[in-house]
């Protein structure tokens, strides 16, 4: 396994650390839309960590989705993918279903949901990151998707109602939040009740302490904020959902995994169900590596596109 010994280490304020995930994804968009400044912006950003090295890996990014689904979209909404999984073929989205896509990049997701829910459904996608969104909208404009919105927010406060979507899903973004119990509390918000989550992830065997995971990668790269299996769960169960799934998929290298996270929100569910839970924050696991090493995303030469 490579390590990332090289890596710049940082006691960052919360605040940092997402402006730094903010600054990455703008770079992983502005590569795809033609405005990167160098040559390695095109492997800046995505969501790759200093483990891989191999650039065909499949487990990372448009390899995850099958050839029919990659020729319907528009080729920046394939190439602009950075995610860990396939959400959309996991959440068994129906017609008429509202969807929500927590750190919806370059659209990826949202497109293949909206077409899976058809004209009498919804997608929504949100993110922080201006330049995400521009590339995703005009994504949206090009394969000609009129049933998709595009939010600008953070999804540690989402802006939507409460129980207005019946599905929310996420491609390697909870990972990337510095306060993942309010990501959770306001999935569980905004879900109706019966709704349902279909999310991939990185998660982190249960023995690694959030010291551990830091060693392994970089925040920015998907490694160092991943929740470990047990974490994960604690931190569903805290905000009443239930019938609850974390299942690996696929190894990214030193035990973390590629994973699918499935849950639902019971019929009776109200705001009262929301507990406190204490889940790792990057200033509890003390230096930590933002950066990946080599000044890349995956450090060490890997392409993630
Ligand atoms: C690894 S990329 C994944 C993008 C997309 N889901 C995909 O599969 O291609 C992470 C995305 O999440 C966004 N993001 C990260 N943290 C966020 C936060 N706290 N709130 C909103 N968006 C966030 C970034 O701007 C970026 O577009």
Redesign the pocket.
Known sequence: MTTTNATPTTTSSPEAI?DE??A???D??LAVLGRGDTQADASV???SPSVMTDPADPAW?QLLYDATDRAALPDAAVL??????N?TAVAELRPGEVVL?????????VLLSASRVGPTGFAYG????D??LELARRNVAEAGATNVEFRK????SIPLGDASVDVVI?????N????KAA?LGEIARVLRPGGRIGI?DVVADDALSPDDRAERGSFVG?IAGALSFAEYRAGLEAVGLGEISITPTHSVGGGLHGAIVKATKPVNWTLADIRPVDLPKPSSSGLLPLLAGGGGCCGDGCGCS
């Open positions: 997402t995930v903010r990455r994804y703008a992983a968009a950003g995505c969501c990014g602009a993918s950075l995610g860990c999984g959400p896509d927590l750190g919806s990049g370059g659209g990826i997701d949100l993110d922080m990151t330049e995400m927010g953070r999804i540690e996420s491609n390697c973004v909870i990337l939040s510095t306060d990501v991939s998907c």
